[in-house]
């Protein structure tokens, strides 16, 4: 339990034990002035019973008025989500309109547009290299300000952008050596990327860095944007057939306990939000214990009034 003004609590005491003492001064002179007019004094427990609910009333206000509250687990979705958005050429493609990436724009605005303010949001943009367009923030007009801004652009590194997510999320640098090996980033259970792509790759193994993202507790949930069947685009002067290689992006989420999300087209993309869920965190938060505290002093108060009442005709 913990206390917002533990001086009160000490001045409120004080004063309990001063009306404690006071309360039994007062019963003993009570006491001692009836023997001396020969008169019985009455049942010592029942004269008693009114004045400490009194008083046990005054000690509990004391209680309340220093701001008691006592530390609770609370489940809520929290912690820190990483937007991947591929803006490599391929995902200017018309096989979800009116391009896939526009299509991804729009469900990323409706992703962080159905998150709490519990979860800091970041936006990484990615093709052959990636960069952080927007450091996790709980502020999320800053994330969507980022998504509006993306471009199209070069070819596609899914390495990259799992690493570069990764480096958002951890503030450390991410740089995974031809033999596999990898930085010790901690381990970040609340963490989660969401990596909005077509899955073509063009850079090293990715399930790799997919491995990285593993062993530091981060989850990716990969969303498909685009069609099997796929689209022609026109990239320098030549046309290229691109497609969604679900198979990829089906490996990164696998890989590290996150889930793949097909959207082959605008109206499953418009309900992604629905189907990532974050995990949830179990948190310490203070839970008032002051109105409940005062509830019970007025009753010991009430209580206290009406004993010594009934017994002397007398509030106190």
Do not use: C
Not at 17 to 39: C, E, H, I, M, Y
Not at 290 to 313: C, D, K, M, Q
């Amino acid at each position: 339990m913990t206390l917002s003004s533990p001086l009160l609590l000490a001045v409120g005491l004080l004063v309990t034990v001063a009306l404690a003492w006071a309360a039994v001064v007062s019963a003993r002179r009570r006491a001692a002035a009836l023997a001396a007019a020969g008169v019985a004094a009455p049942d010592g427990r029942r004269a008693y019973l009114g004045i400490g609910l009194t008083v046990a009333g005054v000690g509990v206000l004391a209680i309340a008025t220093s701001g008691p509250a006592a530390m609770v687990p609370v489940p809520r979705t929290s912690g820190t989500v990483i937007l991947a958005m591929d803006v490599s050429n391929s995902m200017g493609a018309d096989d979800v309109a009116p391009t896939r990436l526009a299509a991804a724009q729009r469900a990323a605005r409706a992703f962080v547009a159905a998150q709490p303010d519990s979860v800091d949001i970041g936006v990484v943009a990615f093709e052959r290299g990636a960069h952080t367009t927007a450091r996790p923030d709980a502020d999320h007009s800053i994330a969507l300000k980022a998504i509006d801004r993306l471009k199209i652009a070069g070819g596609t590194s899914l390495e990259t952008a799992i690493t570069a997510s990764l480096m958002a999320i951890t503030g450390k640098e991410v740089a995974i050596d031809r033999d596999g090996a990898a930085p010790d980033l901690g381990y970040w259970p609340s963490a989660t990327i969401v990596l909005f792509s077509d899955g073509q790759n063009l850079g090293r193994d990715v399930e790799r860095a997919a491995t990285v993202a593993q062993q530091a507790g981060v989850h990716i949930h990969t969303v498909g944007v685009g069609t099997t069947a796929g689209a022609t685009v026109k990239v320098d002067g030549y046309h290229l057939q691109t497609s969604l290689e679900e198979d990829t992006l089906t490996l990164i989420a696998q890989t590290t306990g996150g889930a793949y999300h097909p959207a082959s087209d605008t109206a499953r993309l418009d309900g992604i939000a629905d189907t990532i869920d974050l995990r949830l965190t179990v948190s310490d938060e203070p839970l008032p214990l002051a109105g409940g505290l005062i509830g019970l002093a007025l009753a010991l108060l009430t209580a206290g009034a009406a004993l010594t009442v009934l017994r002397s005709g007398r509030v106190i």
